[in-house]
């Protein structure tokens, strides 16, 4: 079994420790990754703070030209980085395809942003006096990344920080840290000086606590869970540590009747199965007005019948397996809740007989408010339907969450669509779209869902200080 190094201060370094990378779709260890310890988490962050200076000194164009540099490395290496990301996260091939060429598309937007963190200058208030307002970077950043999409989610915090100015130290999950390697692998390539970006792995508490102590450490910027989120913030009280938080979501999409049948059931489809379900934006709830609602629950099990699951390496697959043991009992329960709540289940709801974590794509029908899965993320392949009667009950139920990452709404009447995307609760809002991510948008969520946005022209704001200058002057 190959062992990968960590990357550290701009070399390969192998350790003692290491940890086991599983394929989810045989439930087989596959890789080892090399595992640190908190002294090399202090040692790495020292290492970042040497390499700032010199690093926030570059143009800004130089440092976008390392960054297209990197998206040039990991665009010819495509196709082995998409196998990898299936191997340790078992979503289907094609999507892992386009989780590639997404986080090629990241690093040329922040190329690009390097040039575009504008101050401004404020006309004087008093005589004599002239007013600035710059951005400079933070400094040392550490970067805590999920195992859904374990490449784009990492790489949409490093680099709006390398392109900021800031030095960067990644660690991936446990379950996904091997398209991390490959990452540090393209950066290696793309000759970025020494220190400027580093991978770590290991016990995520370990390391966490270490960039929370650790006052050269100036910014932590985390993708996961709430609840991890919550001792992040616990952790971070003492040194008042800036967070960038983006935390779990639990997405309601709405389906009027005036909606273009089509174009919802396909959009549901998306938001529902892609990734096998487990994507912070995947639709947890859906609403579908009354009149259409026999129609819409037909063809969306019609359509989810049709699925083919498999090992995502296999030709034609479109939805994995989940990513390991826990993940699949959660996602059972949540089915046997919903029934015992008086939830109809419509298709699937059983583990697929075969090795790995399969679970059959799964539709259940009039499912009460009050069943787990309308409350928690199930982050599984597993679509609850209910109906409702006015927008304004639609709305209320919307929004009766504590997240707030994304919502969807299908309808073909504009002046609705405006009431919508004012009145839902939800950083991300797509109407008539499953797909609402795009570079050039902020991402974030607002209520439970976290602190800040990634991407857009916002993306950049998470690793800048912004300062005054008030500047004295003879004319
Ligand atoms: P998780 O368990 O919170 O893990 C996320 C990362 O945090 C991993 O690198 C993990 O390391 C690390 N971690 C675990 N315990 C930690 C601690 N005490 N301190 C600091 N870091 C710690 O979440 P997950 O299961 O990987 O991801 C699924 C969750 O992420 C879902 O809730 C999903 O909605 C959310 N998510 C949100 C977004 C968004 O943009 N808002 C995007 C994707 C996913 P180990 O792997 O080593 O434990």
């Not at 489809?269 to 819409?296: D, E, H």
Request: charged letters at 25%; glycine letters at 8%; one cysteine or more.
């Amino acid at each position: 079994m190959k062992t990968s190094p960590l990357y550290l201060n701009g070399g390969w370094v192998s350790t003692q420790t290491t940890l086991r990378v599983v394929n989810p779709a045989t439930a087989e260890p596959f890789a080892e990754v090399c595992t640190g310890d908190r002294k090399m988490v202090a040692q790495a962050v020292a290492d970042a703070h040497a390499a700032f200076p010199s690093w926030r000194k570059l143009p800004a164009k130089a440092r976008g030209d390392y960054l297209r540099k990197i998206a040039g490395e990991l665009e010819q290496r495509r196709d082995e980085v998409a196998r990898t990301i299936t191997l340790e996260n078992g979503k289907p091939l094609a999507q892992s395809r386009g989780e590639v060429d997404m986080t090629v598309a990241h690093l040329l937007w922040f190329a690009e942003e390097a040039g575009r963190c504008y101050g401004r200058i404020v006309p004087n208030q008093a005589d004599g006096k002239r007013h600035l307002v710059i951005k400079t970077p933070m400094g040392v950043v550490a970067a805590i990344s999920p195992w859904n999409f374990p490449l784009v989610l990492a790489v949409r915090k490093i680099a709006p920080a390398l392109a900021a100015g800031c030095t960067a130290i990644l660690k991936p999950a446990s379950a996904t840290p091997l398209c991390a390697v490959a990452f540090a692998e393209c950066v290696e390539a793309a000759q970025l000086p020494k220190g400027v970006f580093q991978l770590v792995a290991g016990k995520a508490g370990e390391i966490a606590a270490e960039f929370l102590a650790n006052p050269l450490c100036r910014k932590i910027s985390f993708t996961g869970s709430t609840e991890v989120g919550r001792t992040l913030i616990q952790g971070a009280a003492a040194g008042i540590k800036p967070l960038s938080l983006e935390l779990g979501g639990h997405a309601p999409v709405l389906v009027f009747e005036d909606a273009d049948l089509d174009v919802a059931v396909e959009g549901v489809m998306i938001t529902k199965f892609r990734n096998t379900g487990q994507s912070c934006i995947a639709s947890n709830r859906i609403y579908v007005q009354r009149s259409i609602y026999p129609k819409f629950v037909e063809r969306l099990v019609e359509q989810t019948r049709a699925l083919k699951t498999g090992d995502g390496l296999e030709d034609g697959v479109q939805v994995g397996p989940l990513i390991n043991e826990e993940g699949l009992t959660k996602a059972l329960e949540h089915i046997e809740d919903a029934t015992r709540c008086g939830a109809r289940l419509l298709c699937g709801g059983k583990r697929i007989a075969r090795k790995g974590w399969f679970l059959e794509p799964t539709v259940l029908s009039d499912v009460p408010a009050r069943a787990l899965c309308m409350i928690e993320e199930t982050f599984a392949p597993v679509a609850p339907v209910c109906a409702f009667d006015t927008e304004a009950e639609a709305i209320e139920r919307a929004n009766a969450s504590p997240f707030g990452l994304s919502a969807y709404a299908f309808t073909r009447d504009l002046d609705r669509a405006y009431r919508l995307m004012e009145s839902l609760e939800a950083g991300m809002i797509g109407l008539n779209d499953g797909v609402p991510t795009t570079s050039q948008c902020p991402f974030g969520g607002v209520k439970q869902s976290g602190w800040g946005r990634e991407l857009g022209s916002e993306g950049m704001d998470a690793f800048l200080e912004t300062k005054h200058v008030s500047l004295r002057v003879k004319l």
